[in-house]
């Protein structure tokens, strides 16, 4: 027994034990196993005689509990003083036995649990026999506070114990762990809730569990409106049977799905695109009993997407028209200027004539259909001035009311006080006429075509929500119809080269495109927004500009081409446009010199006796290009204006450079009447410019 030695507490307790330990031996004799014989009760101060073998064996085992359990044993007096200790009490709060035995439990506990504490030690007074829990923080011995869990039973009445038993465990750990694991699941719970996905659960049959707070945002319910829900009841038709079996075959894979695209209805009825990943929810046997994910509103993304393929496809058709316009627009020179010289011979034949003029229409439609494509890739030449919307409308007008007939009524609503921009106005009031043709198109049974002109600001916000567009103080041009209208497909694809909606041989699928094409090239948005049976609108959103540039020098007036005496130095690399480009020139009565490059140019310069009164030069030709040709020229013959020709795109004559705003220049294909009124207008200008 000499666990319990060393104090005189501990000899009361062994003596108590002891005393317990016979009594319960006695008791267990009275009935027990046979041969087993009970002494009598010794009389009051008559010295016990020999403990059982058994019992001190009991005993034993009873220390040997005591001493190696995990927990703290511990006996309290009524007023809470500590009477007895386990050794463990060391590992719970660091005291050893000799220091902690004799003090009060109370000595050690955390200010803050002291008055819920003696509340329950109270409790435990009060109620012989029954446990009372209680949790609070004790001082270790090392100044720290640890978490203590107690569990305590009044046994003082009892004769063998005489005291409060507890048992004291350090749960410090465990409640850090409990801490760590709130902290981690708060953690994620505000990912989750403050995530701009959708964070979902179901069942396996797609029946919704959980929905975070982004579903509203997404497709605009309420988490608890989706509880229960079939998920694909919300999906579009067209996805609801393909995700249906995709779910069926992750049930029975045991697998889930990534990054799939599925179009969903919104509450409103709108529809967006979701991209969904989902993994499954097994049981303790495997079995599939649900499904977890996250899914995205991919919807933006999406349009963007398809915005980026458009651009992508325009500028790859656009670079294969740029790549051919040289040449072509060479062939076409040819077959414009020599019919047209044809046409002005003495006397042809009715027939011949009619010929000539059927060759020349289909060049200039082939010159056309060139530009266009041009015009929606971003390529064309343009001429920019500044420019009053409303003055073009007003101008273009009556010929617009002709261009869409009778059974369309047109009106103009142009606001006073509108901006000015600054844009080829040649190229918009091909922007007018397209977007009349395809308002005209659209109203078959007639109906009313409005365009609008006035000032606008886009915000950021707009900005953001159409790409493409610039925030900023704008003009707009809206051309509104009564027609049709377009479903979404449509209106997907309207401004694709070669996509039309017309009858074979009714369009060419390049009005849109070619409209899209200058909008953009001017620095400018274009809009559209449509519904089936409910019209359309197209807004051009063109840049605002505060004061016009300087005014621009105008050319001879149309009429009888011009004519001359001078001398013209004349640089082709094609022979069949160089050969058109002497005969009208010296139809006209100029003097020619003709050079096939750079250097013929350049040695015919230094050569000629005479007077050279205008350099003609194409920009971009084999060896050196016609800005070089300039620049050398000056040298020999300094003065000598020059006058710029090319079939080439407005970004290649730039690389070479000519900036065709600052300079002479005529776009291949010409007519003969233009490149004499080009010519003498070069000839005529008072001050000599540069090429620069």
């Not at 039309?500 to 849109?512: D, M, R």
Request: proline share 5%.
């Amino acid at each position: 027994m000499g666990w319990l030695r060393g104090t005189a507490a501990d000899s009361r307790y062994m003596r108590m034990s002891r005393e317990g330990c016979v009594k319960k031996a006695r008791r267990s004799g009275s009935g027990g196993r046979r041969g087993v014989a009970t002494r009598p009760k010794p009389a009051r101060g008559a010295r016990v005689g020999r403990i059982s073998p058994r019992l001190v064996a009991g005993d034993r085992r009873f220390h040997s509990l005591v001493e190696n359990s995990y927990d703290a044993i511990v006996l309290m007096g009524p007023e809470a003083t500590v009477l007895y200790a386990s050794h463990s009490i060391g590992a719970v709060i660091g005291y050893s036995v000799e220091e902690f035995v004799g003090r009060n439990i109370f000595e050690f506990m955390h200010p803050e649990d002291l008055e819920r504490t003696r509340g329950l030690f109270a409790e435990c007074l009060r109620s012989p026999h029954t446990p009372v829990r209680c949790e609070c923080r004790y001082r270790h011995k090392d100044g720290s506070w640890r978490n203590i869990e107690a569990v305590g039973v009044n046994r003082l009445q009892d004769r063998a114990i005489g005291a409060i038993i507890a048992n004291f465990r350090d749960v410090t750990d465990r409640r850090q762990a409990e801490a760590a694991l709130r902290e981690n699941e708060e953690r994620f719970r505000s990912f989750v809730e403050t995530s701009t996905d959708w964070v979902w659960a179901s069942d396996r049959e797609g029946r919704t569990t959980y929905s975070n707070a982004a579903v509203f945002d997404i497709l605009g319910y309420r988490p608890e409106e989706l509880l229960g829900v079939d998920v694909f009841d919300l999906m579009h038709p067209e996805h609801r049977e393909r995700c249906r079996a995709v779910l069926l075959d992750c049930v029975a894979r045991k697998s889930g799905w990534r990054n799939v695209t599925i179009r969903w209805l919104r509450k409103d009825g709108t529809c967006c695109d979701i991209e969904s990943t989902g993994v499954p929810r097994l049981d303790a046997a495997g079995n599939v009993v649900g499904f977890r994910g996250v899914d995205r509103d991919v919807t933006d993304r999406r349009r963007l997407e398809d915005q980026l393929r458009q651009s992508q496809k325009m500028e790859a058709v656009g670079r294969l028209a740029g790549g051919i316009a040289h040449d072509f627009y060479n062939l076409l020179t040819a077959i414009l200027g020599y019919s047209k010289l044809l046409l002005t011979r003495p006397d042809p034949t009715p027939d011949w004539r009619q010929e000539i003029q059927e060759i020349q229409a289909a060049a200039q439609r082939a010159a056309g259909l060139t530009h266009q494509l041009l015009a929606f890739g971003r390529r064309q030449v343009l001429v920019p001035e500044i420019l009053d919307l409303g003055v073009v409308v007003s101008d273009m007008t009556r010929m617009l009311q002709r261009m869409v007939g009778e059974t369309v009524t047109l009106r103009d609503v142009i606001s006073p006080g509108r901006g000015m921009v600054k844009a080829d106005r040649s190229q918009i009031e091909q922007v007018l006429m397209n977007l009349a043709v395809n308002a005209r198109d659209a109203m078959p049974d007639g109906g009313t075509l409005t365009i609008e002109v006035g000032d606008a600001t886009l915000d950021a916000e707009y900005e953001n929500s159409h790409p493409g567009s610039r925030a900023g103080a704008h003009v707009m041009l809206s051309v509104r119809d009564t027609g049709t209208g377009m479903d979404t497909t449509t209106r997907s694809h309207l401004f694709e080269p070669f996509f039309t909606t017309k009858e074979i041989g009714k369009g060419t699928g390049l009005g849109l495109a070619t409209v899209y094409g200058i909008v953009k090239q001017s620095g400018g948005y274009i809009g559209v927004d449509s519904r089936p049976g409910e019209g359309t609108v197209f807004q051009v959103f063109l840049p605002r500009v505060a004061a016009p540039d300087a005014a621009q020098e105008p050319l001879p007036p149309v009429g009888a081409a011009p004519s001359g005496s001078e001398t013209i130095l004349v640089v082709e690399d094609d022979r069949a446009v160089r050969l058109l480009v002497r005969e009208i020139l010296e139809g006209a009565g100029y003097q020619v010199l003709e050079a096939h490059g750079g250097q013929e140019a350049l040695r015919l310069a230094r050569d000629h006796d005479g007077p050279i009164h205008l350099l003609l030069a194409d920009v971009i030709m084999p060896g050196m290009s016609g800005r070089e040709v300039s620049d050398r020229l000056a040298a020999i013959r300094p003065g000598v204006p020059t006058l710029y020709m090319s079939g080439y795109t407005d970004d290649a004559i730039v690389r070479h450079g000519v900036a065709v705003r600052d300079v002479d220049f005529i776009q291949k294909p010409f007519t003969p009447e233009d490149l004499a009124r080009r010519v003498r207008a070069a000839l005529d200008r008072p001050t000599v410019r540069s090429a620069a």
